[in-house]
């Protein structure tokens, strides 16, 4: 059986010799500590070797009682278990402890072993699963303020923020405290509403139905950004509620849509050179075959060197035209030391 490290605050002799007593028939007790005042316990809990299993405190010291004394113990148990030890006339204000922070309260005057060993067993098991659990939910409320993507929760029913994270507040520029005032409609233009609305109307099951749409949000600054929402349903304090993750794809969005552009401008561009640039360059070309070939006379030279010039003119015309939307067709485009653009 494993054995533990106690401490006893207790003022009364009498009553510690007997509950020490006690915890020798329990074979429970490594080792034991007494303190006879709240300043001793004090000194005692503040080291930083102090390696104590469980305290047990007595309500009525002579230097602090009552709420006060279980306050302080509690703040310095470092999570350990605390039992009150309580006469019959102090029972109300022991299950009052209780919510304070205290583990369980012991009447003195009907201690003995079994109940004592009981109580010992049960409250430092009990402690270790309450402190696990502590734990997990420090770990995993880490991971919703400290993620690097804006995340909230929100009351299904009545819209209201419930949480949101660091991110959030710093991606659409409102305080915690103003978001805890908000509902979700609010970050949200008047013509994305019926959007909204509509994607309220699906039906979700608790931890099961993962949803992903796209929406327009806007910040407190004014500034629409575009996002990609993921959200799921839960419990959160004892409220149906729902879990936001937001993804801005803004830049995204409008780089798709510039590359989009820069589509159009290159098929424009290609489709000027199979067809527009023909025209000019076969009569060019027929122009040049004719000359070389001696088949005009002298009297139509002229004309020949008009038509050769305006359909070089044409030509060059066309040419222009390409190096301008050429031009607009910005892929990957950077910047160089300078600040000035160019393209990879």
């Not at 995340?151 to 507040?169: C, G, H, I, P, Q």
């Not at 149906?240 to 561009?269: F, K, Y």
């Not at 009569?283 to 038509?307: I, S």
């Amino acid at each position: 059986m494993k054995r533990y490290n106690i401490l006893i605050i207790e003022d009364n002799l009498g009553d510690l010799v007997l509950l020490e007593d006690f915890l020798d028939e329990t074979s429970l007790a490594s080792d034991i500590t007494s303190a006879k005042d709240f300043y001793s316990a004090k000194s005692l809990l503040s080291q930083a070797k102090n390696n104590f299993d469980i305290i047990f405190l007595d309500l009525s010291l002579p230097d602090k009682n009552g709420l006060e004394l279980v306050e302080e113990v509690e703040n310095l148990a470092n999570d350990k278990p605390i039992i009150i030890l309580t006469g019959y006339q102090d029972a109300n204000f022991a299950v009052k402890s209780l919510s304070l922070g205290a583990s369980d309260y012991l009447v003195k005057d009907v201690l003995n072993p079994t109940v004592l060993s009981k109580s010992i067993l049960y409250n430092i098991e009990r402690n270790k699963i309450l402190v696990n659990l502590k734990d997990s939910e420090q770990r995993y409320a880490d991971l919703f303020h400290f993620s690097p993507l804006p995340m909230w929760v929100f009351d299904r029913e009545t819209l209201k923020f419930m949480d949101v994270n660091d991110a959030t507040v710093d991606h659409y520029g409102y305080s915690f405290e103003e978001f805890m005032e908000m509902d979700i409609t609010q970050i949200r233009p008047k013509e994305e509403l019926p959007a909204f609305y509509q994607s309220m109307k699906i039906k979700k099951e608790p931890y099961r139905n993962l949803y992903v749409g796209e929406f327009i949000h806007s910040k407190k600054n004014g500034e629409k950004i575009k996002v990609e929402v993921r959200s799921n349903c839960f419990q959160f304090k004892g409220r149906p509620a729902e879990l936001i993750l937001v993804n801005d794809i803004t830049e995204r969005s409008q780089h798709i849509e510039a590359i989009e552009r820069q589509n159009d401008i290159l098929r424009e561009i290609a489709w000027t050179q199979s067809h527009v640039v023909r025209a000019p360059l076969a009569r060019l070309m027929g122009l040049v075959k004719a000359m070389k070939d001696n088949r005009f006379k002298n009297n139509d030279k002229e004309m020949f060197f008009d038509h050769i010039l305006k359909s070089a003119d044409e030509l060059d015309q066309i040419i222009k035209s390409v190096v301008n939307k050429s031009q607009g067709v910005k892929i990957n485009n950077k910047e160089d030391e300078t600040g000035v653009p160019f393209n990879r």
